[in-house]
């Protein structure tokens, strides 16, 4: 794995930003109005709150290159929140930037797998407080 330098930070954001279009089409935001442009959110972090299930969660996606998904009710109202979803950018040598989860494993994304793994962590979650 290679370490990441400011000649970098471009392309990162370039992935965010992919990667937040590709989110919020599968993923709307729950609170948006008709009407909305939903580029006036691209400062980053951007965040907004979903429903998936029967649960409101928050998607944070960072200009350095992470995906978070989190509670997002009154239960994601305290300071960082615990993930129930991640995903961040590794740079590997010889091959450039790869989505990878909190283990290093590498993960296609975007992906319709993703919905898939989403609504899986999703659904772990809401059994273990039920």
Do not use: C
Not at 23 to 28: C, H
């Amino acid at each position: 794995m290679n370490s990441i330098d400011l000649n970098d930070l471009p392309i990162l954001k370039e992935f965010s930003i992919i990667a937040y279009k590709w989110l919020s089409e599968q993923y709307p935001n729950s609170d948006h109005k008709e009407n909305f442009d939903p580029s006036s959110e691209l400062v980053f972090p951007i965040r907004w709150k979903t429903n998936i299930e029967t649960g409101v969660f928050e998607w944070v996606v960072s200009d350095m290159g992470s995906i978070t998904l989190r509670l997002g009710g009154m239960e994601g109202n305290r300071r960082n929140p615990a993930p129930i979803f991640y995903l961040s950018l590794l740079k590997k040598e010889g091959v450039g930037f790869q989505w990878a989860d909190p283990d290093g494993n590498f993960v296609s994304f975007p992906d319709p797998t993703i919905v898939n793994d989403v609504k899986t962590r999703v659904q772990l979650y809401l059994d273990s407080v039920s």
